[in-house]
């Protein structure tokens, strides 16, 4: 080591800590002036930081052998306050923590110092890092976000939220005059029950199918005069497309019906609280479409129908086409198979117990079929 003293000029009016300047045995005493032993002893009287960092003369090499010598000198007092600083913080550290967190979700739920884990990293705070209690609940669950329209009664399904395996059968734009009474033989030989949305044109020009479809245990529904695109039209144009079908439904059979279903889904939200208002109707929807009027090939038809079916599920087809009914029997037969109960589809709506349900906001997107037959798209079979 170099002499420090080239670089450190002892302060001689600084008294001294330490005391290493007995003559050694044999010599004869010097004057203090003249004895210089730095190396071997440490005498210099310690000086202030800020008088080694100043120095104008030190070089980059000097800087750091000052500083490293100044820690050196003070190591004691630096680990007692290092280690008082680190205990310091390790004991105050969960206080600002819990005060620095976000409050709880819940006004009852228990404080997040208690029920969520510290946010700390465990290798940097090892003592408070623990593991959450396992008595801590569980945090709160989130209200479901208010829907458009909180508090109104529901008023139209696409399904039905229920975990019995009951569905819904359901067959537009008839009467056919020779389609339907084949699918009513069908579903005779089964006992199952379906739904008949009807357009009121048919259903004047088929009185008896109609009256059948009732005798037989079927609900028949209103699905518009014409099968026009009901939300585009005025309101009175709306009630005389409702009103002229339920008129010809009710002249055919004697009943009213309670549900209805507007041609390719289309109503709009104030529409379907105007037509429930006004006739009472509830408004149905589908969430199994086969696309039966788009793809006239009966195994496609039945491959889809079985394979989208759910417990609640209302299915969308068309016994005005023939592609459709001849799907039917083994599309029923499958359903049976898989245990399916076939209903109406208000007595569908009825098992969904949750009769506080709110209306959505929108209907799901759906399309329907045109109400004129789709081309044909190289059909596989076709009876
Ligand atoms: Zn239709």
């Given amino acids: 080591m170099r002499d420090r003293s080239e ?6 009016n600084q008294p001294m800590l330490f005391n290493f300047s007995e003559p050694e045995p044999g010599l004869a005493p010097e004057p203090p002036a003249a004895r210089r032993e730095p190396e071997t002893v440490t005498p210099n009287p310690v000086p202030e930081l800020h008088d ?15 500083v490293w010598r100044f ?14 600083a680190v205990i310091g913080w390790v004991w105050l550290r969960p206080s600002v923590q819990a005060q620095s967190s976000p409050p709880s979700r819940s006004e009852t739920a228990k404080p997040s110092v208690v029920s969520e884990p510290p946010a700390i990293p465990r290798e940097i705070t090892p003592a408070i890092a623990v593991e959450p209690k396992t008595t801590a609940t569980p945090p709160p669950s989130q209200p479901a976000t208010p829907p458009k329209f909180a508090g109104q009664p529901k008023i139209t399904w696409s399904s039905a939220t229920i975990d019995a395996p009951s569905i819904a059968m359901t067959f537009d734009d008839g009467p056919h005059a020779t389609n339907t009474p084949k699918l009513l033989a069908m579903l005779k030989q089964r006992n199952i029950k379906a739904t008949f949305f009807l357009v009121g044109e048919c259903a004047k020009q088929y009185p008896e199918i109609v009256k059948r479809i009732v005798a037989e245990g079927h609900e028949i529904a209103n699905h518009s005069w014409s099968h026009p695109n009901l939300a585009k039209l005025s309101d009175e144009a709306l009630r005389s497309q409702l009103q002229r079908t339920q008129d010809a439904i009710v002249a055919a059979c004697g009943v009213k019906p309670a549900i209805m279903r507007p041609p390719y889904g289309e109503l709009t939200s104030r529409q379907r609280q105007w037509v429930n208002a006004e006739f009472g ?7 199994v479409d086969p696309l039966d009027w788009k793809i006239r090939n009966a195994d496609h038809v039945a491959h889809e129908i079985i394979g989208h ?3 609640g599920s209302i299915i969308l087809s068309h016994d005005i ?13 499958a359903l049976l198979a898989k245990g399916f109960h076939f209903v109406k589809v208000s007595e569908l709506l009825a098992l969904e117990k949750s009769s506080t349900s ?5 209907p799901p997107v759906v399309a329907e079929p045109p109400a004129k037959p789709a081309p044909k798209k190289s059909p596989k079979r076709r009876k």
Avoid: C
């Fill in 321 to 333: 086409h023939a592609t459709t009914v001849a799907a039917m029997p083994e599309t029923l037969d």
């Fill in 7 to 12: 670089n450190f000029k002892p302060d001689d």
């Fill in 309 to 311: 079916t759910h417990n």
């Fill in 52 to 66: 080694v960092l100043s120095e104008p003369a030190l070089e980059p090499r000097a800087w750091g052998r000052e």
């Fill in 358 to 362: 709110v209306e959505p906001s929108a």
């Fill in 71 to 84: 820690i050196l000198t003070w190591r004691l007092q630096f680990g007692i306050g290092l280690a008082l």
């Fill in 281 to 287: 109707y509830k408004i149905i929807l589908w969430d």
